[in-house]
Structure formats: structure tokens, C-alpha cells
């Protein structure tokens, strides 16, 4: 029986017109989640309470979401798009790279999974909520580990996966990886599902305007995106011919593999770029404000504190500060109450029956 050739290395490919594009869209988006990420970092750290886990969480999963990337991309040099018999010779060292793909792909949709967990244990402090973000965190630590040996251990020997002599030899065996693709996808959509729910309840709670509250859960929501683009990938994963004609049916599945945690990245840290957004209000809005300001209020009314925030005569209170708080904001010139914001907020649904505030401005709860 002939031997397949077994090689160290790839030799690139020219890159088809649709790899092509898909190379140029993967590192735009790249480029996007780091200079988010970056972003991410400087509100937490110049304009915010602080860099805490669940920015750590966010950076590891950007930096191992850049080692998918020169696996992906190495993938598409070596033959994406060309069918099997033009990409014998790299044949072996796909197939290796995808196997090693698999991990780097669960690692980094977990980190970010995590990162938005670690973010709501520093936000909220509802004993019950912080339980259930406890259990989801350890589901998603079972979902990553259990797809990494499943996928591991799907050929016997493992090296089967890479090393096709032992498949055509018949001294090794490998089981259908495509259900174990598609359970990947499916049931990473319906933990990012549980994710985005878990504060819904208590954020509807808060005493807000309706506006504000309604903005507060799109920021969480924006994980719908992810869910999105994983419903596309489950279609595509399941067209790949693992057996017959691999690379000529990967490219597409190969492209939402490096944009879908790299959605996930970007949807879990562009709500924490508020900052950045009232700093610049603040800073080129201030001086319109101060004009209409001056023609409309006299100085008595201004010195007297007949200007409040929002609508009419209505104080600035708990549903301000929480719409802040929530997404890292410390600035304290903006509320009437002089909330000190940060790692420890605690929002309740009882908000109404609880003094939120203390004389020396930190939020607290009375029992």
C-alpha cells in the first residue's frame, strides 16, 4: 500500500480570490480587537476603578486569539480552497495544524466567556446572582475541557489525526470529528445565551429610566452577535468532507473560526468604552452646554441647585450611578450624590427600599 508523504513543514500555496479576502477580513478584525482591547485597558486604568480579572481574562484571550490567527492563516497558505490531490504534499502538517487549532479556539472563546463572568462578580453583589455565575463559570470550564479530549482522543492512536500511514496501514482508527464540531459550536451559542440572561432580571430591577435600563441590557446582549455567527459556522462545519476533500471545503469554516471569538472579544469589551465616550462629550460638550446653560438659568437658580440631571426636577440617583458604575466609569464631577464607583458596586432589586448611598459617598445596603 503506498505511503503518504509525511513532511516537517508547508509549502504556501497561492492564495484563491476567496481565502484572499478572507486573510485581508481576519486581520482587520484582528487589528480591531486589539486596539479595543487597548482601549479597554486605558479606561480601566486612567479613567476607571482599575484593571481587574476580568481585564486579565480579556487579554489572554486576545493574545491566544492571535496564535488561532497564524494558525489559521498558515492553514490557508498551505492550500485552503485547492482540492486534495494539489495539497498532498502539505496534507500532514494541515491536518496537524488543525488538530492543534481546536484547543487554541476553546481556550480563547473560554477565556472571554470568563472575562464577562469575572465582570459581573465585580459589579454585582446579589449572593444569588454571584451563585449562578459560579455554576456557569465551572460549565464553561467542563464545555472547553470536555471538547478538548473529545476531540483529543477521537482517533486512537492520537498521532492517527495527523498521520495518515497509520490510517491506511490499518494501525489506527479515527471516530467522525464532525458531531464533535457541531456540538462544540451549538453548545458554546447556548452558554453564550446564559451568559448574556444571567443579569437581565436584576438590571431590569434597577431604578432607572426606562432608556437607560433598556441601553444597559444591548450592552450585554451584544453577545447575540457570537450566537449569531455560530449558527453560520454550524452550516459551514458541516459541509467540511474531512475524508475525502478537506481542503477544498474548509475556507469558509476556517474564516468563522478566527472572526467568531474574535467577535466574542470585541462584544464583551466595547461596553466597557464609555469612558472614553464621556470623557470626549465632557471635554467638546461643555462648552455648548455652558452657553444654552447661561442663557436659560440665572445665577441664583444655578447657585440654589434648581438644575438637576435629567427631565425636569428629577435627582440624580441610584439609576444614574448604576448606569455608570456598570460599565467602569469612577468620574465622580458627574453625580449630584458624589458615588465613588469601582470594584465593589451593590445593586439590588429592592433598590427602592434600600439607602444606597452613605454620608461618605461609597455605595452600601442596609439591612
Known sequence: MDQMPQTSGITPLPLKPETLAHVVAECIVHGIVFIVVALRIYCRMYLGSGVGMD?????????????LLGLILALQLAGAGYGVQETAHNLSSILF??????????????ASKLSMLAFYLRIFER????????????FCVVWAVGHFLGNVFIC???QAQWNLNLIMTGRGTCGDQIPIFQSMIISNMLMDLIIMTLPLKTIWGLQMRFMEKLGLMMSFLLLGAVIIVGSVRVHYVSTVDLRSDLTKTMPISLF??????????????????????RSYRARYG??????????HVTPNQASSGAIRSGKGSKKAGPDTIALYSINGDDDQTKFTTNIEVGSNQSFETEASARELTSPGGRVRHQG
Do not use: Q
Open 286 to 295: 461643555s462648552s455648548r452646554g455652558a452657553t444654552k446653560l447661561s442663557d
Open 127 to 138: 449572593h444569588s446572582l454571584k451563585l449562578w455565575v459560579f455554576v456557569t463559570m465551572g
Open 156 to 158: 486512537k492512536p492520537v
Open 256 to 277: 468563522l473560526t478566527v472572526i467568531e471569538p474574535n467577535f466574542a472579544i470585541l462584544c464583551v469589551s466595547i461596553p466597557m468604552l464609555r469612558p472614553i465616550y
Open 55 to 67: 481585564d486579565y481574562m480579556i487579554i489572554a484571550a486576545t493574545l491566544l486569539s492571535t496564535v
Open 97 to 110: 495544524m488543525t488538530f492543534i487549532v481546536v484547543p487554541f479556539y476553546l481556550s480563547t472563546l473560554l
